[in-house]
């Protein structure tokens, strides 16, 4: 049998070989989109700006999605895919709150807050992205002690609650979780003992664990699907994020903050396992700064596979050394990186310093380079460094239908 990702890989394939016209993907409308969002269990909805000059870019996404659509036909009774362009429907891109030259891709479902998708923006890993939802489980249980190593193991975002069994936080719990698939996993513990071992004291009790940070205790108050998932979103910016092809544009998107500061690191190796001790202790110094998101790219992980394309990007080489610290404004496009080869950089002061002289504009900062923003015509690619003018918070949180 093939491995899920190949096998998205060959159903595309068919579906690009296929003489079939192309179709599968509906286009919305101001006065057809909530009847149909409110008719379909799921709707993953591609915005476009109709701005001509990205036309280019765009009839390149409407291609992938359409081969998707194609690809999981047999599933058009629980998702189905669709396009609206902006110039056509002004009153509903205000109503959900998208602006400027942004495009996000979200996924809908009746009467709750839709799911902004923040992945590869490629016929394979949208696939997959559906594929993950249509197949996965929106709670993972720990009832042993090897679900409870797994719990632990996954070194990501992720909520975990104790739960009594058909209880009604039950219900709205799966709901909640439901929502955040695949990117942060929702755990529930049933048992006293086990509950007791993850510091979860009674139930109802719920955590919010993301990674190099101190456990959040959410509020009792957040007592149904739309509070957890509102809360989950008010609190999901990290100190350290570990950039993952899931949740890409998240961090490019400047949904989280206008400034990004990247460090692309070997954690494996002696001088990467040094950086990265350095780079904790940073991130802890700007732990509450909200004009600043860090994050950082594991050299071995499959993102990696990106840095050929962001070295040309910014013009620097990210591929040739265990560690690279860089400082990216997205609001105006503009970059700087630190040599780590001079010394100095496996000093945090040093590098806290570096960062508050590029935050006051005493750094001088290069253009971020705008020509490899677009996929190439004869790749079947990405943008794959996208920085769109995005003026809105989170779009995810303005419209509830």
């Avoid at 799966?174 to 048992?191: C, N, R, S, W």
């Avoid at 750094?363 to 809105?392: C, H, R, V, W, Y």
Wanted: aromatic share 10%; net charge neutral; with cysteine.
């Amino acid at each position: 049998m093939l491995p899920p990702a190949t096998f998205i890989s060959f159903l595309l394939m068919l579906c690009m070989a296929s003489a079939q016209p192309r179709g599968g993907v509906v286009e919305l409308t101001d006065q057809n989109f909530v009847k149909f969002i409110q008719s379909t269990p799921m709707t993953l909805v591609s915005f476009f700006s109709g701005n001509s000059a990205e036309s280019t870019y765009e009839n390149f996404l409407l291609q992938q999605l359409e081969q998707v659509a194609a690809a999981l036909a047999d599933n058009n009774n629980k998702i189905k895919f669709a396009s609206v362009q902006a110039s056509k429907s002004p009153a509903l891109m205000k109503q959900i709150g998208i602006q400027g030259q942004a495009r996000p891709i979200m996924l809908f479902r009746p009467n709750t807050i839709p799911q902004e998708y923040f992945g590869q923006r490629t016929g394979d890993a949208i696939a997959q992205y559906v594929m993950d939802i249509l197949t996965g489980t929106p709670i993972k249980t720990i009832s042993t002690k090897a679900e409870k190593k797994r719990y632990e193991e996954f070194k990501f975002a992720k909520v975990v609650a104790y739960i009594e069994p058909g209880s009604k936080m039950e219900k709205w719990y799966k709901l909640a979780g439901q929502h955040f698939m695949p990117t942060i996993p929702f755990y529930q513990v049933t048992d006293k003992k086990l509950a007791k071992s993850l510091h979860l004291k009674k139930p109802k009790a719920a955590l919010f664990v993301k990674p190099n940070e101190k456990t959040m205790q959410i509020p009792s108050d957040v007592s149904d699907e739309r509070s957890m998932i509102r809360f989950v979103y008010a609190n999901r910016k990290q100190a350290l994020m570990q950039l993952r092809m899931l949740e890409m544009h998240l961090t490019w998107s400047g949904a989280l903050s206008p400034n990004l500061f990247m460090a692309v690191i070997r954690p494996k190796s002696d001088a990467g396992s040094k950086l990265f001790g350095t780079l904790k202790t940073v991130s802890k110094h700007f732990a509450k700064n909200d004009s600043l998101h860090l994050s950082w790219v594991d050299t071995e992980s499959k993102i990696a596979q990106m840095l050929p394309q962001w070295s040309k990007t910014f013009s620097h080489d990210l591929t040739s050394t265990s560690a690279e610290f860089g400082f990216i404004n997205l609001a105006q496009n503009k970059h700087a990186w630190l040599d780590v080869r001079g010394g100095g950089a496996d000093k945090a002061k040093n590098v806290i310093q570096w960062m508050n002289d590029a935050l006051s504009g005493e750094l001088e900062l290069q253009t971020t380079s705008a020509a490899s923003a677009e996929p190439d015509n004869k790749k079947t690619d990405e943008e794959d460094f996208d920085l769109p003018a995005d003026d809105s918070d989170d779009t995810a949180e303005k419209i509830e239908l």
